[in-house]
């Protein structure tokens, strides 16, 4: 899971009456000393400045001096693991079980029937060979409130698939085929392919949520099941292949010859079918992996701008030991204020952004 630093423990602001840098947690201003609004309440209007032109605002360089080292050390320590662990997202959306060692049973229909199944292939060449290919979705429960939460709970309770844990997963399970034979001459024909699909999903199980998180979750949970679905119409496709290709080579001798030919024919088909699963796995990485990177670049160029920012306004404390800003330069500050905030936002949507790509 993502640990991500969002900064906000360093966010600055300034007063709302004389433009001070006070933290984001302060109630009141050291300099004038106003009240400052709640985090997240509207700003008051600032009374306007006296004619001709505004005042100097005055600051206390010293706070803002070590909260800006402190945002630069948070930076410098956050920004690698962040940056890490969103380029190291494992694309694991939900890898399929391997069916190649998953081989039907033989099961010798009631005599009666093998009459009926050679008269069929007597008048009518090869006879089809009937699918039953059954369908069963299992899910288990997720939870949490935030991005970060539910993952790790998908991260803890995920189904055990052959590459570790996923997200979803889909398997084919074993069955049995059931076949004729001709009490005479020992011949025997299939006449029956059953196999189960087992689909197992995340179920998110919080009462409530926020919005934004349930929408998201939503588009999530609907790719994970399309992902899963593509695993199941592989397989299906796979053992309508062997179905298809037992019924052109029959009847056989013998059961041992029936049994052998079924077995070489199933492996031949889940083999393409694993091949088909990797390679769609594969086409899946590579989109998660561009968007990755996309994240990974837009932080690091929000995350720089925001250094820079930073650097600049340690430079105004150092060159004001005097505590006085100037008008123009209280204007910069509040250029630099605004895009600061901006940042922050782009910055956690962006983060918001790499958790999804789960």
Not at 247 to 264: G, K, N
């Amino acid at each position: 899971m993502l640990s991500l630093m969002s900064g906000t423990a360093e966010r600055l602001k300034t007063c709302v009456q004389c433009g001070a840098i006070l933290r984001a947690g302060q109630g009141a201003c050291e300099a004038c000393g106003a009240t400052q609004p709640a985090p997240g309440a509207p700003r008051p209007p600032r009374e306007p400045a006296p004619a001709p032109g505004p005042a100097p605002r005055r600051w206390r360089s010293v706070a803002l001096a070590l909260a800006v080292v402190g945002l630069l050390a948070a930076f410098a320590a956050g920004l690698q693991v962040l940056r890490d662990k969103v380029r190291g997202r494992a694309a694991r959306a939900s890898p399929a079980a391997d069916a190649r060692s998953v081989v039907p049973t033989a099961h010798e229909a009631a005599p009666d029937a093998a009459p009926d199944a050679f008269d069929q292939l007597a008048g009518r060449g090869a006879p089809r060979v009937e699918v039953d290919l059954q369908r069963e979705l299992e899910s288990y429960a997720v939870d949490g409130t935030t991005a970060e939460q539910i993952f790790a709970s998908i991260d803890a309770r995920g189904p055990d698939g052959p590459d570790g844990k996923a997200v979803g997963l889909t398997r084919l399970q074993s069955g049995e085929y059931q076949y004729a034979r001709d009490p005479d001459s020992g011949r025997c024909v299939v006449t029956r392919l059953e196999a189960r699909l087992t689909i197992t999903l995340p179920k998110l199980t919080s009462p409530t949520l926020p919005l934004a998180i349930d929408e998201k979750w939503r588009d999530y949970q609907r790719a994970v099941s399309q992902h899963e679905e593509h695993h199941a119409e592989i397989y299906r496709s796979a053992v309508d292949r062997v179905a298809e290709k037992l019924r052109f080579e029959q009847p056989f001798a013998d059961r041992s010859t029936m049994e052998a030919a079924f077995a070489a024919t199933w492996a031949g088909e889940m083999d393409v079918a694993e091949r088909e699963n990797r390679e769609f796995h594969r086409h899946e990485e590579q989109g998660i992996v561009q968007e990755r990177d996309s994240v990974t670049r837009d932080l690091r160029r929000v995350d720089g701008e925001l250094e820079a920012i930073a650097g600049r306004m340690q430079a105004r404390a150092a060159k004001y030991p005097n505590l006085e800003l100037p008008p123009d330069e209280y204007q910069r500050h509040e250029a630099d204020r605004v895009r600061y905030d901006a940042l922050l936002a782009e910055r956690a949507g962006l983060i918001e952004r790499g958790l999804w790509l789960h």
